[in-house]
């Protein structure tokens, strides 16, 4: 492709709407089009579990980036099922929901100051976390246990010490998704989900964590692409202007960074393209345009065409652009101010864990035990990222199981005499899974179900084990209580 800051028309104004634009790339160094790039006013970038294969290699990626210009260097690293730096193994630290659950703000802000800790050693200098949507539809195919819970009060007292605890190293908290993703029962990588909220709703509920972050100084703001009829009309929030200007400018008083959810999303492409997208969300307020993973170089230089076009054609103001940039410099200068070494890992993630899991009933000594994982689809937001005990019982006979496919008398059988631990992840959003484990459950009633998503079907087995996610400190907490 032509260098993202071609010559052609206004070389000034190409710069400007460059500097809008987080892009994404495949593989684990960044290609020569995103180096020149950066070298001509790119914002920067968004990695994926795809550019990671471990710190050392993150941290020399981010060096390389860093050497061509002055990067927003961007990532989803939100604890729990949701992680970029250990995509591969999963994470070491529990996600929001299991916080909220044990509610102690002081070890919510611990853990995401290791978290910031982490990304800051690897040259990442913005965390799109944390989510601050109230998860108040139990059936959220998007949300679910990356938020704190489905209480207004406490999800705005844990996204501030989130907040406090990546700033605190000069990683940028994006607390998202503005204004509110939590009441939604559709996903916004597919179609354009509805929040049938008025505005007193929107005021008294979803906006609460908002104002609390907006108060604690949050750096940046990610939007929502969902619908709030009263507020939005037909829109999603990303290309809003009464959501992003009115709502969140003038009347909540922020003034930080804007940033889009990722553009390539249907919930914009499938609407208005991702070149309308990029054009309208900057015209309803966004500073920066997260593009997503999908877009390639050719896609975002018509991206960036079609930006500079907009201007030219009077659809898009130029002091939009102008303002966009003024604010991503302060955001730049702040990144730059000096802040001491973030510390080695000091196993906070597992301690919060640790706290988090719950048990009902008696644990009894495990004999030869038999693991029955069955098998949960991977959401778009979480990726493909392993879940599961096998690791911490390495003794025990695991299988994974397709609960469509799954024999449950077959199952039965192998378990005769066994120690019989049924594994979970949001059951109650899959009614193949609950019919499964109610099968294994009248033939062994005594056996253990371990919930690795939200507890919320609670089945009659003689031990139950809520863990509140699925990450790998999840996982070796609930072992732990199982074994000890």
């Given at each position: ?33 995103v ?61 929001n ?9 002081e070890l ?5 100051h ?16 944390p989510?601050?949507?109230i ?9 679910g ?190 990144f ?17 864990a ?16 038999l ?15 392993p879940?599961?005990i ?19 008398a ?17 059951a ?6 609950r019919?499964?484990?109610?099968a294994?459950?009248?033939?062994r ?14 089945p ?23 074994t000890?």
């Amino acid at each position: 492709m032509s260098d993202v800051c071609a010559s052609t028309g206004d070389r000034g104004l190409r710069r400007l709407a460059a500097g809008t634009l987080l892009v994404s790339f495949q593989g684990l160094q960044a290609p020569d089009w995103v180096l020149r790039g950066l070298e001509g006013g790119l914002g920067g970038v968004t990695l994926f579990g795809f550019n990671v294969r471990d710190p050392e290699q993150v941290a020399g990626l981010t060096a390389q980036m860093s050497g061509s210009g002055n990067p927003v260097i961007s990532l989803d690293e939100e604890g729990g099922d949701v992680t970029r730096l250990a995509y591969h193994i999963g994470s070491p630290y529990p996600g929001n929901a299991a916080l909220g659950a044990v509610d102690d703000v002081e070890l919510t802000e611990r853990v995401y100051h290791s978290i910031g800790a982490d990304l800051a050693r690897c040259g990442v200098n913005l965390d799109m976390g944390p989510v601050a949507d109230i998860n108040t539809a139990d059936d959220n195919p998007v949300i679910g246990t990356r938020s704190f819970g489905s209480s207004s009060d406490l999800v705005a007292r844990h996204t501030v010490a989130a907040v406090r605890g990546l700033q605190s190293l000069g990683v940028a908290a994006c607390v998202k998704h503005f204004p509110g993703h939590g009441a939604t029962t559709q996903d916004s990588h597919l179609e354009i989900p509805l929040v049938a909220a008025s505005r007193e709703l929107l005021w008294d509920r979803e906006l609460i964590p908002f104002r609390a972050a907006v108060e604690a100084g949050t750096k940046s703001i990610m939007t929502a692409h969902v619908s709030v009829p009263d507020l939005t009309g037909d829109l999603p929030a990303t290309l809003s202007g009464e959501a992003l200007t009115t709502l969140l400018r003038r009347e909540m008083g922020y003034d930080g960074v804007v940033i889009s959810d990722a553009l390539d999303m249907h919930a914009i492409t499938e609407g208005v393209g991702l070149v309308g997208g990029a054009v309208l969300s900057l015209a309803a307020g966004s500073d920066l345009l997260c593009l997503g993973p999908l877009p390639t170089a050719e896609e975002i230089e018509r991206v960036l065409t079609g930006i500079a076009e907009a201007v030219a054609e009077g659809r898009l103001a130029a002091a939009r652009l102008e303002e966009a940039a003024e604010r991503v410099d302060r955001l730049r200068e702040w990144f730059a101010a000096p802040r001491r070494k973030p510390a080695e890992s000091n196993g906070i993630g597992l301690e919060a864990a640790r706290r988090a899991v719950a048990l009902s009933g008696a644990v009894t000594p495990l004999t030869d035990p038999l693991v029955v994982e069955v098998d949960t689809p991977p959401t778009i937001a979480v990726g493909d990222v392993p879940w599961g005990i096998a690791p911490w019982l390495p003794n025990a006979e695991v299988v994974r199981v397709k609960p469509e496919d799954a024999d449950a008398a077959a199952l039965l059988g192998r378990s005769h005499d066994r120690s019989l631990v049924i594994v979970v992840k949001d059951a109650h959003r899959y009614p193949g899974t609950r019919t499964l484990v109610s099968a294994l459950l009248a033939g062994r009633p005594d056996a253990t179900v371990m919930e690795m998503g939200l507890p919320i079907w609670r089945p009659g087995a003689a031990t139950y084990i809520a863990t509140y996610g699925a990450a790998r400190a999840n996982a070796q907490a609930a072992v732990e209580l199982l074994t000890n």
